[in-house]
T-cell receptor, first 111, second 114 residues
Framework: AQSVTQLDSQVPVFEEAPVELRCNYS??????LFWYVQYPNQGLQLLLK??????LVESINGFEAEFNKSQTSFHLRKPSVHISDTAEYFC?????????FGTGTRLLVSP | SAVISQKPSRDICQRGTSLTIQCQVD?????MFWYRQQPGQSLTLIAT?????????ESGFVIDKFPISRPNLTFSTLTVSNMSPEDSSIYLC???????????FGPGTRLTVL
């Protein structure tokens, strides 16, 4: 069975500072990995995904995540955050055509 | 991706009643999913709904409580039956598009049971 651990429930950061949201996964089979973002009172939006190939994947709004097989991690990073990045971020792992979500990390960006 | 809509967007219901949530997608998809997000928590898969077959429920969820219909490749409904305050949650549908288990989500239905 797959599982996902997001150790940080909340990450406060100042605007224009870098941020890293941590995600570790467990699986007995090869997996696909995803980051979703949920803005207040909205549904989930796919931010980026790792399927295969290059271990570094990027989103259109400046986030990136690196798949590290040896450490079973898929941390999300952004070099400079904006107020509008304030949201809940969910890491997910797939297997057997299902997604298993982590508990989420609330990113709070303040001026 | 796809455009996914849900109705209603929110509702307040009385204990003991039932609510049917609709999910519509703008393209034909094989696999649709229903999730529950309880207040302040992550998403939990309720069931997988494939067109032309019975929905497959996850452990802890049963058809009598959460009946699902999937009449065609663009539409599904989830009914929350005999509701109690513990059913107060956001209910989200999603679809798999492009393979590789990639799912896209609807905006969710925020349900409050009094």
């Amino acid at each position: 069975a797959q599982s996902v651990t997001q150790l940080d429930s909340q990450v406060p950061v100042f605007e224009e500072a870098p941020v890293e949201l941590r995600c570790n996964y467990s699986s007995s089979v090869s997996v696909y990995l995803f980051w979703y973002v949920q803005y207040p009172n909205q549904g989930l939006q796919l931010l980026l995904k790792y399927l295969s190939g290059s271990t570094l994947v990027e989103s259109i709004n400046g986030f990136e995540a690196e798949f590290n097989k040896s450490q079973t991690s898929f941390h999300l990073r952004k070099p400079s955050v904006h107020i509008s990045d304030t949201a809940e971020y969910f890491c997910a792992v797939s297997g057997f055509q299902k997604l298993v979500f982590g508990t989420g990390t609330r990113l709070l960006v303040s001026p | 991706s796809a455009v996914i809509s849900q109705k209603p967007s929110r509702d307040i219901c009385q204990r003991g009643t039932s609510l049917t949530i609709q999910c519509q997608v703008d393209s034909q998809v094989t696999m649709m999913f229903w999730y529950r997000q309880q207040p302040g928590q992550s998403l939990t898969l309720i069931a997988t709904a494939n067109q032309g077959s019975e929905a497959t429920y996850e452990s802890g969820f049963v058809i009598d409580k959460f009946p699902i219909s999937r009449p065609n490749l663009t539409f599904s409904t989830l009914t929350v039956s005999n509701m109690s305050p513990e059913d107060s949650s956001i209910y989200l549908c999603s679809v798999e598009i492009g393979g590789a288990d990639t799912q896209y989500f609807g905006p969710g239905t925020r349900l409050t049971v009094l």
